[in-house]
């Protein structure tokens, strides 16, 4: 079940190449079919040598593209020509002068820039647009350098926070993971918190730019050494899981990859809601009219061990997961770590219902041999200190009896209460600003209309 497709549709067509270079190596689809694919998505781009090479490959000849040799002229002529401009921007920035006020406020420093070197804001929209220009020849680095310089200039706040998605796509595609997870967290405060002159933000907006962000947050946090926290942090967050169950429910398998795997101490509590999110979506897949989407075996493996505790279909499940773990280019290095650890669970709900398990039959549930199973089992029991004893007689493992401490019940009740306290209270809050800023709003077009009858007054919206 590849999610490649549905994946692309939030990303900006650079970030799609690499995925398209994965599925080649896995021979996931047929060659020529992602060489069309590549094809189509470098037309929009002015990537000329490497459209090329894709044109090469697809046709079989030595010829360049006719298209994109007649776009060459005009590329490096809008190349030349913001070069040469934007090379101005830097040498005044360089100045030792200007240096010494830089990390002061933006409006201090452009009203330095304005009296010192006659600054416009034409110059500093000289940098974004070569920005993006370098972005489009694939030249990533020259495009967050500049990028990075505007957002110290800049005061349009449309412009930045544009500038800021930029720079993070630029530092995914370089894979500076440190810097794109630092420029992945400002974007998040932004989407959460947006800069806006009303007092109340647009919520379509909001939810339609979480899930761009759930989308490109995945290059991050699935390579950077903190990402898989990081990403249960974030996705767990009620606004994201809203974004999530509203526009992209494909983002459960990523979840449910990091839940199974964290070692967290929140896991069992982060188990409970993953499970209600997964039954969630289900019954509403199952209402939905039309032909129904196949389960995620991820997502179906949690469903099945938690919800049904049908062992016999977490197994067939759990096998489903491998090939789709091997083909995904985000999970494909956490295949192994999954497995084990999902066979650990299963071992562990198996347990809750039977004292004296055949070992035998455990390995079948697991998908290991005998041997294998039995040797995985005792390995587990060591590791672990179960208290739980081996019959190699009767080829059984005995457990002992397993008691849950009341004070611990209560501290798993209990321990995201403060949390959810809080949340609401600024629910609630956000609630009464919302309700004031329109009741403001209304009284002040009433007292404008009042006193400038048949005049035109325009909003600021």
């Known amino acids: 079940m590849d999610l490649t497709n549905k994946i692309a549709t939030l990303l900006d067509r650079h970030m799609v190449l690499p995925l398209l270079d994965f599925l ?7 060659e020529k079919d992602l060489l069309k694919a590549k094809f189509e998505l470098l037309k ?3 990537m000329i040598d490497f459209a090329n ?8 000849t030595e010829d360049n593209s006719p298209e994109f040799e007649a776009k060459r002229p005009q590329v490096l002529a809008t190349y030349e020509t913001l070069q040469t401009a934007s090379a101005k921007v830097i040498t005044i920035l360089q100045d030792p002068s200007v240096l010494a006020v830089l990390k002061q406020e933006k409006i201090v420093l452009r009203s330095f ?35 990075f310089h505007f957002r110290i200039l800049s005061t349009d706040v449309e412009k930045n926070t544009n500038a800021l998605w930029g720079k993070l796509a630029c530092e995914i595609l370089l894979q500076k993971w440190d810097i794109a997870l630092e420029e992945l967290m400002k974007l998040k405060e932004i989407i959460d918190n947006p800069p806006s002159t009303t007092a109340v933000p647009n919520n379509t907006q909001q939810l339609i730019q979480r899930s761009y962000f759930v989308a490109w947050s995945l290059f991050v946090f699935f390579n950077h050494p903190k990402g898989r926290d990081a990403l249960i942090d974030t996705f767990m967050q009620p606004p994201y899981i809203s974004a999530i169950q509203t526009t992209c429910p494909w983002a459960l398998r990523y979840l449910t990859a990091c839940i199974v795997t964290t070692k967290n101490r929140r896991k069992n509590a982060l188990l409970k809601e993953l499970v209600r999110l997964v039954a969630s979506e289900r019954e509403l897949n199952s209402i939905q009219p039309g032909e129904k989407q196949p389960q995620d075996p991820l997502t179906d493996f949690i469903h099945t061990l938690y919800t049904d505790y049908n062992f016999s279909e977490a197994h067939k499940s759990l096998a489903q997961c491998i090939p789709v773990l091997e083909k995904d280019f985000f999970l494909e290095n956490m295949k192994d770590e999954f497995c084990e650890t999902a066979r650990t669970m299963v071992f562990e709900s198996y347990v809750k219902v039977y004292r004296e398990i055949d070992i035998g039959v455990l390995s079948a549930t697991l998908g290991l041999s005998r041997d294998e199973g039995e040797r995985w089992v005792v390995d587990l029991v060591r590791g ?7 019959d190699s007689e009767n080829n059984t493992v005995i457990m002992g009896a397993q008691y849950t401490s009341v004070f611990q019940n209560v501290i798993e009740r209990t321990r995201n209460l403060t949390f959810r306290t809080n949340l609401l209270a600024s629910n609630i809050e956000k609630r009464e600003v919302e309700l004031e800023s ?5 009284t002040g077009a009433d007292g404008k209309k009042e006193s400038k009858k048949g005049g035109n007054v325009r909003f600021n919206k």
């Open 24 to 30: 080649s190596k896995k021979q996931v689809y047929p």
């Open 53 to 60: 090479s894709i044109h090469q490959q697809l046709h079989s």
């Open 113 to 147: 820039l304005e009296k010192k070197f006659k600054f416009t804001n034409a110059m500093v929209d000289t940098l974004f647009d070569f920005a993006q220009c370098e972005f489009q020849i694939g030249s990533y680095q020259g495009a967050a350098d500049m990028l």
């Open 438 to 442: 329109r009741r403001a709003g209304t």
């Open 44 to 46: 929009t781009t002015n």
């Open 384 to 390: 672990v200190r179960m208290d739980a004893k081996i």
